[in-house]
């Protein structure tokens, strides 16, 4: 029985009676029933046929295996399938194991805000059952195991058999489906499929098509793969669609007016959502000689997007945009992220901005929010930006300002710079964590192809939004800790001690001394990456200290952030991509009563769920991002399997070396079974695979030639030869950490060899060291717009 009713007189009841018990229960099995009547014998037998005649009636449906519900009705609780998903986006449940009248429920997300992976296609849930407006809807509660009993993969047909192929490098699970199940399906479908329950222990698995997902040779199958497998979020419900629609720009009752200050846009080239936009001027203050002013202005995503509104319900389950190259799945509808919340040139909108005062010395003296309405003065790419500064070039006559950046040149780029330039003091005396890392962009042709795979320049124009937004984020953490209103941090801890131990372990194999004793801080890692920036570890100790970091999170308890060595730091500057931001908007809002659309007093008792939904959303587009670019890489380096390409040593593991391309910024792996005639054990202090025999060795960070073997396009991998030679053996190095030779891999596919053809790098995500609000980076790891950090 689900829940107790109020107790019926005894005796057996008639049909009207009973159906009135069982909507009252939910559900009940004969024995609930018998019990609850006080039935026995004779009249135990009578309920029975009085069930099977309302069943045969259409009044009663089956529940499980020996449970009853009025028909057309769901128990209060109970597990189900996902098993579909509508045009926009919206999943449906189906209870497990009941008859053909139990309605499906549309699946929404739990009241609680404790949020996991999402929910997909032929996942099991744990659901309330409720009546909705709509009908029927299936509240979670919990995501049941059911993660292996799903396959992203594609279709091969053969005369004999069609198979089911996994995407999944990892996984080993090919399915095989009946020829009935099979009708329709063609070779090279990408499809999602479940593994069918059966007696068979032995050979492959039976499967059967949850989902139609595409084509393998679709130019777009990347980043639906990476879509499906990671579970983001697609789409929009009707119900955000249309709030989307109804909201208008708010009139200045209530704001400020800011649209006589001459904001700018500076953002990506093919930017569609102008979330920032800047603004500076001499300080005229007499107290306050050689300072400057400057503003940020913040689309005020929290004047469209309202607690508890079906567009704040959305925006909290996916927590933030994701990117790919050929495609963005936005947090908000496209009416607001590229409409009324993106500050579009010359458009009236609203804005949360910041009015922040600098001395002469970089420092922060003082700042203020308002909430006003703005209209931006010039849209600008950051190369535009920074040709206009650095004018024309006299060798190529190319650069220097255009039609746009001409005429504001004096009365606003210029302030801009200059006031950067002053706040560039500050952030050397702050010293944040200074790593360097070569980002590439892929290049798209309007069909979906890929051009090209290009360095991402990183120009002062990226580190001027970068450092102005960083400073508005601090404003904005510092007021809601001075008015005493919770937040949702961003925290960068220190490295761990096991993770410094490692390090100062490596970097004593390169004659480069760290006392282990003395507590890291971002100015020795900064000394570290400057006496070996022009010399042959360059690399390889930059990658090392970024290894060495922590990941940042979201937390409402403030432990700094070390990557920025800031004491306190906060996410304001993208409300438009970013869950968190919005936060901090309303809380914000609700410190300075700037509204009455602020933090809620609910929101605040769910700081810490929405914390860790938001971070686990955050990893979550992460990886689905670096699987979606893996594949595209490997699409566009197909054509070229047998060429060769130098490298360098980004990783050394027991099974083999990974190894990344100049050329493309490729990963791929050089199995150790290939390696030599001689078993290569991996020295971990040294990051070495070393000849057991010889002591020959490969080395992190050494420059290697390669030849590419295999490129796999729908699984992302690339396997390589190696066709430098092994380094000799070191007379001066520290004899070998070695492990048990039981570990290592053997010549010919010894020991335990290479993992599955095609592998890459193992693990989760690299570490993150978060920049500020996600702008591009000249110092911490770059990002573009549109990623995180």
């Not at 159906?19 to 019990?35: H, I, T």
């Not at 929405?610 to 686990?616: E, G, H, K, N, S």
Request: glycine share 10%; net charge positive; hydrophobic share 35%.
């Amino acid at each position: 029985m689900t829940k107790t009713p109020r107790r019926p007189a005894s005796g057996l009841p008639d049909k009207e009676t009973l159906l009135r018990f069982l909507r009252e229960a939910g559900e009940a099995d004969k024995s609930d029933l018998a019990r609850a009547f006080g039935l026995k014998g004779a009249e135990r037998r009578a309920l029975r046929e009085m069930l099977r005649e309302l069943e045969a009636e259409g009044k009663l449906g089956k529940r499980g295996r020996k449970g009853f519900s009025e028909a057309g009705a769901l128990p209060p609780v109970g597990v189900g399938d996902v098993v579909e998903r509508d045009a926009d986006g919206e999943l449906y449940v189906r209870l497990v194991d009941a008859s053909s009248d139990a309605p499906r429920a549309l699946l929404v997300p739990d009241k609680s805000g404790k949020v996991g992976p999402a929910p997909g296609m032929g996942d099991r849930l744990l659901v309330k059952f409720e009546r909705g407006t709509d009908g029927w809807e299936a509240r979670l509660v919990k995501k049941l195991d059911s993660d292996g009993h799903r396959v992203l993969g594609v279709v091969r047909k053969s005369a004999r058999e069609t198979r089911v192929e996994p995407v999944d490098r990892r996984s080993k699970d090919t399915l095989i489906i009946p020829p009935l199940l099979a009708e329709g399906l063609k070779d090279g479908d990408l499809v999602l499929a479940a593994v069918e329950k059966g007696e068979q222990r032995y050979g492959p698995k039976r499967g059967k098509i949850l989902e139609h997902i595409g084509k393998e040779d679709d130019p777009r199958a990347a980043s639906l793969i990476a879509i499906h497998t990671h579970n983001v979020p697609m789409g929009f419900s009707e119900a955000v669609e249309r709030e989307a629609e109804a909201v208008e720009l708010p009139t200045l009752k209530g704001r400020d007016d800011l649209r006589q200050v001459p904001f700018i846009t500076i953002d990506p080239a093919d930017a569609r959502d102008h979330d920032d936009a800047v603004y500076a001027q001499r300080d005229d203050d007499p107290k306050n000689e050689g300072g400057w002013i400057v503003w940020v202005a913040i689309a005020d995503v929290a004047a469209y997007v309202t607690p508890g509104s079906a567009l704040d319900r959305e925006a909290r389950a996916k927590g933030n945009s994701t990117y790919f190259p050929d495609r963005v799945e936005p947090m908000l509808p496209e009416r607001l992220s590229t409409g009324l919340c993106s500050l579009k040139e010359g458009e009236n909108r609203a804005t949360l901005a910041v009015r922040m005062v600098f001395d002469k010395e970089g420092r922060k003296t003082g700042h203020r929010f308002h909430r006003g309405l703005m209209r931006s003065h010039a849209k600008l790419s950051y190369e535009q930006a920074q040709a206009a500064i650095d004018g024309v070039d006299p060798e190529t006559g190319t650069g220097g300002p255009d039609d746009t950046t001409g005429p504001i040149m004096e009365a606003i780029l210029y302030p801009l710079w200059n006031a950067y330039r002053t706040m560039l003091k500050g952030r050397l005396k702050r010293s944040p964590l200074q790593i360097e890392s070569a980002e590439r962009r892929i290049r798209m042709a309007p069909d979906g192809g890929i051009v090209a795979i290009e360095p991402r320049k990183s120009l002062e124009a990226h580190r001027l939004i970068e450092e102005m937004m960083i400073q508005a984020n601090v404003c904005a953490a510092e007021t809601l800790e001075q008015k005493k209103v919770p937040l949702i941090y961003r925290v960068h801890e220190a490295p761990s001690q096991e993770k410094i131990f490692n390090l100062a372990d490596f970097l004593s194999t390169i004659a480069m001394p760290w006392n282990k004793g003395e507590p890291a801080t971002t100015k020795r890692f900064n000394k570290l990456l400057d006496q070996t920036r022009d010399g042959p570890h360059a690399e390889v100790v930059n990658e090392v200290v970024l290894r060495s970091q922590m990941q940042a999170i979201y937390s409402p308890e403030n432990v700094g952030h070390f990557g920025l060595h800031l004491d306190r730091y906060a996410h304001f500057t993208s409300p438009i991509r970013r869950y968190s931001d919005l936060i901090v908007h309303r809380g914000l809002i609700r410190a300075l009563n700037l509204g009455k659309d602020g933090l809620t007093d609910r929101e605040i008792a769910e700081l810490t769920a929405i914390a860790d939904q938001v971070t686990q959303t955050e990893r979550r587009s992460m990886a689905a991002e670096r699987d979606a670019m893996d594949r595209y890489i490997a699409a566009f380096l197909q054509d070229r399997v047998g060429a060769t390409f130098n490298g360098r040593i980004t990783g050394v593991t027991r099974f083999g070396l990974f190894v990344r391309l100049e050329e493309t910024g490729a990963d791929g792996l050089v199995p150790v079974s290939s390696l030599g005639d001689e078993y290569f054990v991996h020295d971990d202090r040294a990051h070495a695979l070393v000849g057991e025999r010889s002591g020959r060795r490969f080395t992190l960070g050494r420059t290697v030639e390669v030849k590419l073997k295999e490129a796999t396009p729908v699984t992302g991998g690339l396997l390589f030869e190696m066709l430098s030679e092994a380094e000799p053996r070191d007379p001066n190095a520290p004899a070998p950490r070695l492990g048990m030779r039981g570990r290592d891999a053997r010549p010919g596919g010894g020991g335990n060899g290479p993992p599955k053809r095609g592998s890459k790098r193992p693990g989760g995500p690299k570490p993150r060291n978060d920049g500020r609000g996600g702008k591009p980076s000249g110092g911490l790891k770059g990002v573009r717009k549109g990623k995180r950090r």
